[in-house]
């Protein structure tokens, strides 16, 4: 089996888009979650919590490749043309058959969906649909025009899982590179925010409320006073290589990936099973031949919601016993779904090579329901050889993997 490099990283976020704006604000404590004024007129929409990305230029991306994107797809490009840009390829060694994409979203792009129907209905049909919309629309809109932009050739993978895409993209291209059918992946997700996104999780009762008005002290992972998520959107971009490639060219290694495992919970549409999170984490572990104790940090998914973060920190628990460091960034960045796996990879990529673990933002008061696991509520100075970090989506879909430091050849 190949062992499979991290060369390139690129991601748009609430709290940064750069990896060094990116570092300030968690080093920082610094929350990408504000209210969001635009949703007061949206009937029936309880929470007024988001993150929003700021500061992108879409003119950046050719008006050729712009005119078939959504605004995720745009992110999704932006992000891929800064990775590309870190990894050191020539764009000629990604337009080729040895180079695919496997990119995640939830769906395609819901602001061209909400114009492609108010449209149909406001019209009685057809007249005012654009010849690209289709290309915004359709669920594999993001992973198609990052394929269209890099011209590459290879496998072309479009998970749409929610929470789990991203994850579930980085590691469908860690197996295509280790089984050698790929000798590079451009893999990621990103995700467009709406307020019918938001609107999803609010009549599940799944969204913050009660937070309104401090939109900073939202999401609450693993707090006794969470009250749901804040979605948001985002996007993140990393480049796997095949490890010989990567050194025999002098590229510069992030990371690597050595374990990877997805599964189906098989039980509940949105309840989670501790069991199903638990069976996927050893899995990973089991890929990469470690157990537990060989961890230095895990990256929990840690929503903010009521009964998802009770489920994970008992899956945590019966798989660490509370000897590995645990923390969760969506405070910082509130819930980007699909582009949450791969924004999550960064992050930890970064606290791997600076050498320290950032504590989960706004856990003040640890849930009775979320104890026996070592949360970090304080900013730990410590080298990390492996990582471990889990996304969980409705459907009961699990997804993780395992981030090494690099090894020598």
Sequence with gaps: ???????????????????????????????????????????????????????????????????????????AALA????????????????????????????????????MFADYSNSGGINYLEGTTFMKVMSHSVAANIAAL????????APCSACASSTQAIGTGFEAIRAGVQEIMV????????????????VVHASSKAYNTTPEKTPRPFDRHRDGLAVSEGAGVVILEEMDRAMARNAHIHGEITGYATSSDGCHMTSPSPQGMRHCMNQALSVAGLSPWDLDYINAHATGTIIGDAAEAHALKELTQGRVPVSGTKGYTGHTLAASGVIEVIFCLLMMDRGFIVPTLNLEEIDPDCLG?????????????????????FGGVNASLILTAT???
Aim: net charge positive.
């Design 1 to 75: 089996m190949k062992r499979v490099a991290i060369t390139g990283m690129g991601i748009l976020s609430p709290i940064g888009n750069s990896t060094e704006t990116v570092l300030d604000a968690l080093s920082n404590r610094r929350s990408g979650i504000s209210f969001m004024d635009e949703w007061e007129g949206v009937k029936g929409l309880r929470t007024r919590v988001g993150g929003r990305v700021h500061g992108i230029n879409p003119r950046l991306i050719s008006r050729k490749h712009r005119r078939t994107m959504g605004r995720m797809s745009i992110m």
């Design 80 to 115: 891929s043309l800064d990775a590309v840009r870190d990894s050191g390829l020539d764009l000629l060694e990604l337009a080729s058959e040895k180079a695919g994409i496997s990119m995640g979203s939830t769906t395609g792009s819901p602001h061209a969906i909400e114009k």
């Design 150 to 157: 890099l011209k590459t050739r290879g496998r072309l993978i």
């Design 187 to 202: 893999c990621g997700g990103a995700e467009e925010l709406h307020p019918s996104t938001a609107g999803v999780f609010d």
């Design 373 to 393: 696991i070592d949360h970090v509520t304080q900013m730990i100075e410590k080298p990390l050889k492996n990582i471990l970090t889990s996304n969980f989506a």
């Design 407 to 409: 090894k020598g050849a």
